[in-house]
Every structure is written in structure tokens, then in C-alpha cells.
T-cell receptor, first 112, second 112 residues
Framework: AQSVTQLGSHVSVSEGALVLLRCNYS??????LFWYVQYPNQGLQLLLK??????LVKGINGFEAEFKKSETSFHLTKPSAHMSDAAEYFC??????????FGSGTRLSIRP | EPEVTQTPSHQVTQMGQEVILRCVPI?????FYWYRQILGQKVEFLVS????????KSEIFDDQFSVERPDGSNFTLKIRSTKLEDSAMYFC??????????FGPGTRLTVL
């Protein structure tokens, strides 16, 4: 069965520091992979997605993620954190046409 | 930019009552989904819908749940007899090619 694991339920970084949110998937078939962001009391917004082709994908708000098949990972990074990046981030995977499944989420806090 | 809309934004109901949550997916999308998020927990898949029928459902989606696309634009989730544990955010999503879901803002369901 497919699963998505996010290491670290809470990550705290200083403003201007590198953001690294980790995501690993398990699937017998390389899935399509996504990162969603959820701001407080709001819905889920697609940050970026990997389907095929280039393994480094760029998303909105300066975020990017790299698909590494050998490591079954899809970690999310941003070179310099901004206060407005504080939110919950969900990694998700889709290896069938019927659904995507989510990791448990990582809450990102930004210290001034 | 096209968006998925959901109504109401907040629904309060008594235990045992029926509720209908409504969604208007993006007009040219073909796949429709319901997810839920219990407060502070992960986003859980409920059901996917394609070509006027359920394509996949989770173990959460038991006989008290049903979905319908009554008029070609609305997509509804009905909970027949609500329980306290049904209190959650319910997210509708749609996609064109079942890759990269676009989520609505959610309906907060509170069962008293």
C-alpha cells in the first residue's frame, strides 16, 4: 500500500534561514508527488507538483522540491524563510487515478 | 483563475441529523473528491467520483455517507445520521486529469 511519511511534525527556522521539510513515499510505482500548504483556518493550496521530466520542480512563493527516486524522497526547500511562510505543509502522492494520499503534515514556524 | 467553491463555510448540526455539504468543482474538471481533516490531524481521503460514479472510497466512507452530482455542476456529500466524530473540515477537490487536485476552501462541520 502506498504511504507518505513526513519527518518532523514541527519545524522551526529563523527568518532568512533555509527551510527543509522532508517527505518520503513508499510505492511500488513511482507516483506523482505534491506539496500543499495550509494557512491557518484556510484550505489547501497546491505549492508544486512532480509528474514526469525534470526532477527539480519549482513552485510558488520561492519553494522547490526535488524528486529522488533512489531515496524515495521529495523534500521541500526554500533558500530563505519569510515570516509569511508560517503554515502547515502537506506532502502527498498519487499513484492511481482515483486519489491522492497525504502525509501527516509539518507545521513550519518562523522565528523573527 | 477558476476555483472550487464550497457551501456552507460552517455547518452546525445536532447528532443524528442529516447534513448535505455542497461543492461546485471547476467547470471542465472530470474527477471529483471529498477529503476530511479532523482538527489537528492529517487530511484523509473519503471518496473519488468520475463519470457519474464512485471510483474509489476509503473505509471511512461507510453507509452513512453518499455523494451525488445531481445537475452537472454541483457535487454533494451527504451524511445521513451525523455522529460527534464526524466533526471535521470537509474539503472538496476536483481535477481535470486526476493529477494535481484543486481544493475548495472547506466546510467546517460541527456536530453537537
Amino acid at each position: 500500500a502506498q504511504s507518505v511519511t513526513q519527518l518532523g511534525s514541527h519545524v522551526s527556522v529563523s527568518e532568512g534561514a533555509l527551510v527543509l521539510l522532508r517527505c518520503n513515499y513508499s510505492s511500488s510505482v513511482p507516483p506523482y508527488l505534491f506539496w500543499y500548504v495550509q494557512y491557518p483556518n484556510q484550505g489547501l493550496q497546491l505549492l508544486l507538483k512532480y509528474t514526469t521530466g525534470a526532477t527539480l520542480v519549482k513552485g510558488i512563493n520561492g519553494f522547490e522540491a526535488e524528486f529522488k527516486k533512489s531515496e524515495t524522497s521529495f523534500h521541500l526547500t526554500k533558500p530563505s524563510a519569510h515570516m509569511s511562510d508560517a503554515a502547515e505543509y502537506f506532502c502527498a502522492a498519487d499513484s492511481s487515478a482515483s486519489k491522492i494520499i497525504f502525509g501527516s503534515g509539518t507545521r513550519l514556524s518562523i522565528r523573527p | 483563475e477558476p476555483e472550487v467553491t464550497q457551501t456552507p463555510s460552517h455547518q452546525v448540526t445536532q447528532m443524528g441529523q442529516e447534513v448535505i455539504l455542497r461543492c461546485v468543482p471547476i467547470s471542465n474538471h472530470l474527477y471529483f473528491y471529498w477529503y476530511r481533516q479532523i482538527l489537528g490531524q492529517k487530511v484523509e481521503f473519503l471518496v473519488s467520483f468520475y463519470n457519474n460514479e464512485i471510483s474509489e472510497k476509503s473505509e471511512i466512507f461507510d453507509d452513512q455517507f453518499s455523494v451525488e452530482r445531481p445537475d452537472g455542476s454541483n457535487f454533494t456529500l451527504k451524511i445521513r445520521s451525523t455522529k460527534l466524530e464526524d466533526s471535521a473540515m470537509y474539503f472538496c477537490a476536483s481535477s481535470l486529469l486526476a493529477r494535481g487536485l484543486i481544493f475548495g476552501p472547506g466546510t467546517r462541520l460541527t456536530v453537537l
